[in-house]
Structure formats: C-alpha cells, structure tokens
C-alpha cells in the first residue's frame, strides 16, 4: 500500500493509511475477469488459471461472464475485424473502472495474421493497459502481467505496458535411473 | 478405382471431357462451365460411381489468363468404393456456373465461401450470401488482385499518437514472426508487409537485407555472447564452490 502509518498504542495497534490507497488496494486484490477468448492463447489462460499456477492467489480467480460485472477484459487470441464491433462493445459496457490486458501477440499486434481479415492489435479498438507478448505466452509471463497491471492499479497509472521477457533459465538437471544426475 | 471413374465419364460424356489427368495419383477430369452441374450429377447418381461423399469446393485465381480466369475444383469421394476425383472447370470473370448445392447439401457453404473469396456466384443457389467475412467487405480477398495490406475496419481505429508502435516486438522480444519489420519500416518506410511474399513478388526487400534488421540481429548476437561468457563465469565459481 502506498502511505502506511501504524500507530502502536500499547496494547491496540492502530494503521491509517490514505483512502484512495485502500480503495486501490482493495480493487488490485479482487479483480473479476472477463475472459475473451478467441484462439489457442485460450489453453494458456487455462493453465494459468488452473491449480498448478494458481491465478487465484492473486485474487483474481472469478470469471464473471457478464462484463457488466467484471474489472479485467482478457482480450486472448486473435481478434478478427469481424469481432471488433463485439469487443468493443464488450469493453463499453464494463463498469469504471476497468482495465484491460492484451494477451499474445494477436492481440497484442496481431501477429502474423498480417492481413484483411485480424484487426492488428486490439489497442485499435480499445485502450490496453497491459501487453503480454508470447504466442502463446508462458503462465509466468501471464502472472508477471497481473503483477504489473497490480502495481499499475496501486500506482494509479493508466501507462500502457509490455511484459518483459524473463531471462531462458537454465536447463534443470536431467534424471536417471540411479536418481538426479 | 479412380482411373475407373475417370474412364466412365470419358465413355458417357464423349468430347464433353475436356481433358483427364492423374498427377500424383490424383485423377482429374476437366469440363466446360455449362456440363458442370450435370456432370457433378451424373458422378452422383450413377450406379457405379455413387460419389456420395461431398469433400470441398474451391477455386483459383488466375488474373493473368486471358481465356478464363478462374479454375474451379470440385474435390468428391464415393463412401462404397473408395474414388477420389476432382472436376475442374474454367470461369470467366462473371460467369454463374450451376449450383451443386440441390446435388450434395455440403456444396451449399462451400459455394457461399468461394463467392466470398473470389466473387463467383451461383446459379440457382438457395442463399447467396457471404459466409465468412461480414457484409460490409467490399472485394473479394482471395483475388490476387485484391491489395494484400487493405483492411476494412468494422470499427474505426482509436487515435492514439503512439498506437502504432505498441508493442515493439521485434526479433530481440522472441517473436521472430510477428510483425518483424516494424523497426526496418520506422528506419527505412518499407512497406513490406510479409517477407515471404515480399521475396516472392520480387516487390521488396527481404527482413535481413535491411539496415535496420542488421543492426537488430547485430545486437541480438552482442547480448547472447555477452550471456554465454556471463554463463561460464558463473560455473567457474560454481566449480570452485564443490571444490572446496
Ligand atoms: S498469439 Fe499465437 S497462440 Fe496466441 S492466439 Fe495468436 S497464434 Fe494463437
């Protein structure tokens, strides 16, 4: 939270902070989200979401499939001009305020469907607040983005942003049959 | 077995069969426009062809030929003896061959698709509509001629003043398909749009041909080797830590 100040009364502890820190603290950790999804990032999401990455641990885990009750639009996969009108129209009646993340390089840029038929990136249409590259991008890259778009939330920043590549780790040590080599 | 078939309608259809071939195994016979559908009727309803099993209609451009310019393919198959053909024929700009879609219920969204893509229309069909792009397309994109970087918005797109250059992912940010020459656009106004068709069109410049995509893969090469040299000193130490 931005401005913290315990108060220790001996005995009864007392934290005053700003109210709009508060308000953005607690938008940051229940984001409802909307997933839109069109394409294969649409697996990743899924992985993200699911227990081994556990999206809900950063409060996070509700799908509201009415976007008047969700914060977060996932714009996942390609979107095709076709779509436009519906993503827009989507994203117009989410209730402020609202964020929205890019996630993939379809949706981020439009990938390599360079052509008539995919709206070239999603910001076209609606402003994005958070960019993942990747096709389709790693559940890290996906939780590196609801940190940033958490950061963004506290900081009060509606400064679009990409997701920086992680460092390629190191290969794990292989097994074999006697145990870890 | 196909070789069969085309021989059944070469001995019912005479001089009517332009041409045969068996490329590759892949047995085609090639009509005139005005014996199409009768031709596709016939392959369905005689007994011995019994070419019940719809596969795909499609077409192909040719903005080039003077005599027509469209070839259209009808790719069927029998589910009791196993032939495969295709019936091609030649359309000219404008022309309506006959519907197939009275003869198997499948042609009804295949010939919808090539009048979407190449603006072949159908005589005789129930809904001639378009089936994959929306009705404000104007153009048929699958015609060679159709400009490869024309889009048509539905929406109008935002004004943004940097909009176009988020986000920058180039070579450096791991997606060496994507968009790979926004930089070599911003450094040099090529317009190329993919680099495989650039080269293929003898229109423009290959990505690794510019400057500017030089200079990207000079950096990339910079940052691995100074990674791989950061790399062994950090095992160096780790070999030194066992020793001990
Ligand atoms: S970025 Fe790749 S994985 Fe994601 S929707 Fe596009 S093509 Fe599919």
Redesign the pocket.
Known sequence: MGQLKVIDGGGEVAVTTRLSDLLQWARKWSLFQYPFV???????FMATAAPRYDIARFGAEAPRFSPRQSDVLWV???ISQRQGPAVRRIWEQMADPKWVIA??????CG???DNYTTIPGVDKVIPVDVYIP????RPEAVLDALMLLQDKIQANDRKPIIVPPRLVPERAPGRTREGNS | MSQAVVERLTAHFGERVLETSDAFGDHEVVVAIKDWAEVAQFMKDDSDLQMDHFIDLTAVDYPERESSRFDLLLMTRSSVTGARIRLRTYVKDGEEPGTLSGIWSGANWAEREVWDMFGIKFNGHPDMRRILLYDEFVGHPLRKDYPIDKAQPLVPYREVSDIDKLPPFGIEEGQPF?RIDWEARLAGGDNQVSPAIGVQQGQRRTLSDSEAAQQIQARIKARMAQESAEGEASEHSAEEGSGQ
Do not use: Q
Request: negative net charge; proline residues 8%.
């Open positions: 069109t394409a294969c990032c649409g697996m990743e996942v996969g390609t996630f993939g390089t379809c949706a981020s990938g390599f469907y990747g096709c389709p991008p | 994507a």
